[in-house]
């Protein structure tokens, strides 16, 4: 076995990038290709039937009414039902053809299940699901208090990145998956009190309707990934190229300077 792996430790590097030489100029060239089509012919949303969750406010609320403006079905779904019921009377009013309600909470199975049947009952199908409904801790660990009370955020972010990529493996011949990662958008979890416990208040925000828009093109060209705003792509750059420059910049912005510029409003 050591034979094997000492073989590859040769093979493997170059076998790799004699590929990449070839492979990925050609797959970039078709995406190319692939881009320009979808972008002068975006797909139709009119009468696809679209399942959002956490639709009664933010990000939710603004997707429901831009797929309602192309003519989709909805399925709002959310805890508050009346707020729920409001975005779905929104919708409708903007040009979505039907619209029904599912008060629920996703981090229930019977919930999901229930999700699932009432809208297969309705519409007898699912064209897309939008996994909207998040929550939110943010903060220093060194303020924490007890580790409990990130015990349902912990690893969220990086375990449903690894998730979809491993189910894109699985089912991607037959089902698209678009992984969206917005950047810092004005919603009732990015509030004052909130920002300002993570030292990140300087951070520029964007408005949900403008994310809740680019998300929509960005699934009507198929795309596999999508950051908004894009300029926050460069953050991945940084992190592959050279993550302990990244991870320097990052101490500096959120440890060292809001604790210099605490100082100073003390004097």
């Known amino acids: 076995m050591d034979v094997i792996h000492e073989i590859l430790n040769v093979v493997f590097p170059v076998f790799s990038i004699i590929l990449f030489v070839f492979l990925v100029p050609t797959r970039w060239f078709f995406n190319l290709i692939s881009l320009c089509f979808k972008f002068v012919y975006p797909e139709e949303l009119a009468r696809k039937v ?26 709002l779904v959310a805890r508050r039902e009346k707020q729920l019921r409001m975005v779905a009377k929104n919708a409708k009013a903007v040009g979505s053809p039907d619209v029904i309600v599912i008060p629920a909470d996703v981090s229930k199975l019977e919930d999901c299940n229930k999700i699932v049947d009432e809208t297969i009952k309705h519409f007898g199908k699912i ?50 998956i678009l992984v969206v990662t917005p950047g810092m958008v004005e919603t009732n979890l990015t509030d004052k009190d909130w920002l300002e416990e993570g030292n990140a208040s300087w951070i520029p925000k964007i408005s949900a309707q403008r994310c809740a828009k680019a998300i929509v093109n960005s699934t009507k060209r198929g795309d596999k990934y999508f950051t908004e705003p894009s300029w926050m792509k460069m953050v991945l750059l940084w992190k592959t190229f050279s993550p302990e420059i990244l991870d320097s910049i990052m101490n500096f912005v959120f440890i060292i300077w809001p604790q210099i510029s605490h100082k100073e409003k003390k004097n």
Request: aromatic share 8%; hydrophobic share 45%; charged share 20%.
């Open 127 to 176: 064209d897309y699901l939008i996994n909207n409904a998040a929550i939110g801790k943010f903060g220093l660990f060194e303020d924490l208090k007890c580790l409990t009370d990130h015990t349902s955020v912990m690893a969220s972010k990086a375990a449903l990145l690894s998730f979809f990529e491993t189910l894109r493996i699985e089912v991607g011949s037959d089902v698209d």
């Open 50 to 75: 679209i399942v959002i969750t956490g639709a009664s406010t933010g990000i939710g609320e603004h997707l429901a009414i831009e797929y309602a403006k192309e003519g989709a079905c909805l399925i």
